[in-house]
């Protein structure tokens, strides 16, 4: 098993561009989850789906969107970059059949915009 | 609109020493979440806390949960520096996701 995959690692971009963060898992799990981190800081949540098809938003939804149409895929779409979404990206997935609940987190996308 | 806060936020402290990193919630929650991060990784699962009085430990670290005060507390016994990294503790554990604190940075020196 892999876990929990993402690309790029890291990635430049100039204002106003756009692009797509990729994650996948193989733990065929139904939760799948989007979070940011600033400078030490924890970690806010983006967006979250419960299943294919699905998605609701997080505490910091703005200037993103995601889509899910498979179980394991959830991409991360940013449209017109701003500053402000410099920060480091998770992916993270759980299984709805844990007790603990317990989210397994991919390794992270850096992104800069300037 | 739930809470987490975490202290203190920065920690050097000395080999051999214990110490205790709080976490305090601000409503009802199912689970509370350790993790550890080292720089430039992403986050490790140290422990999930279900229940009241729950009490883990894996190596130098203790967990514990008292639900009543929404506190929890990750207790370093005779500190190494390879536990040299950033601790978050998380609340939720429902589909809509984790909320987490701001993060102990420790340091341990020899």
């Given at each position: 098993n892999a876990g929990v995959t993402q690309t790029p690692k890291f990635r430049i971009l100039k204002i106003g561009q756009s692009m797509t963060l990729q994650c996948t898992q193989?733990?065929?799990?139904?939760y799948m989850y989007w979070y940011r981190q600033d400078p030490g800081m924890g970690l806010k949540l983006i967006y979250y789906s419960v299943g294919a098809g699905i998605t609701d938003k997080g505490e910091v939804p703005n200037g993103y969107n995601v889509s899910r149409s498979t179980t394991e895929d959830f991409p991360l779409r940013l449209e017109l970059a701003a500053p402000s979404q410099t920060s480091v990206y998770f992916c993270a997935s759980r299984s709805?059949?844990?007790?603990?609940n317990e989210q397994f987190f991919g390794p992270g996308t850096r992104l800069t915009v300037l | 609109e739930l809470k987490v806060e975490q202290n203190p936020l920065f920690l050097s402290m000395q080999e051999g020493k214990n110490y205790t990193i709080y976490c305090n919630y601000s409503t009802t929650s199912d689970r509370l979440y350790w993790y550890r991060q080292d720089p430039g990784k992403s986050l490790e699962s140290l422990f999930v806390l279900l229940s009241n009085g729950a009490v883990k430990q894996e190596g130098r670290l203790m967990a514990s949960l008292d639900t009543k005060a929404r506190l929890s507390t990750l207790h370093i016994t005779a500190?190494?520096?390879?536990?040299?990294a950033t601790y978050f503790c998380a609340v939720g554990g429902g589909a809509d996701g984790l909320t987490f604190g701001k993060g102990t940075h420790l340091i341990i020196q020899p």
């Open positions: 193989d733990m065929n799990h139904n709805y059949r844990s007790s603990y | 500190a190494v520096h390879d536990l040299s």
